[in-house]
Nanobody
Framework: QVQLVESGGGLVQPGGSLRLSCAAS????????MRWYRQAPGKERELVAAITSSGRDINYVRSVMGRFTISRDNAKNTVYLQMNSLKPEDTARYYC???????WGQGTQVIVSS
């Protein structure tokens, strides 16, 4: 069965960095677009970044452009989200998603606070 397992969240000070990972299993990872979403308390889930199966095409929500980088390693069945220059408004639970079939991980919490 399809499984997506996120890791790498935590507490970080403003301006700091974190690298999220999403380990995928149960499907041919290299064939699928992958996305990162986030959801802050009291807010709707928001698409943060997306990457095509080859990694050639990438999109970001405007608020993270220039600070976050999505990437993937198809040999390791893993998609990453490198987050730099973190701001308090980046605080949220971050989810990995495979849009085809609408599969989700359990999420990893990111808290940006001094």
């Amino acid at each position: 069965q399809v499984q997506l397992v996120e890791s790498g969240g935590g507490l970080v000070q403003p301006g700091g960095s974190l690298r999220l990972s999403c380990a995928a299993s149960g499907f041919t990872f290299s064939n699928y677009v992958m996305r990162w979403y986030r959801q802050a308390p009291g807010k709707e889930r928001e698409l943060v970044a997306a990457i095509t199966s080859s990694g050639r095409d990438i999109n970001y929500v405007r608020s993270v452009m220039g600070r976050f980088t999505i990437s993937r390693d198809n040999a390791k069945n893993t998609v990453y989200l490198q987050m730099n220059s973190l701001k308090p408004e980046d605080t949220a639970r971050y989810y990995c998603n495979r849009p085809i079939g609408d599969f989700w991980g359990q999420g990893t919490q990111v808290i940006v606070s001094s």
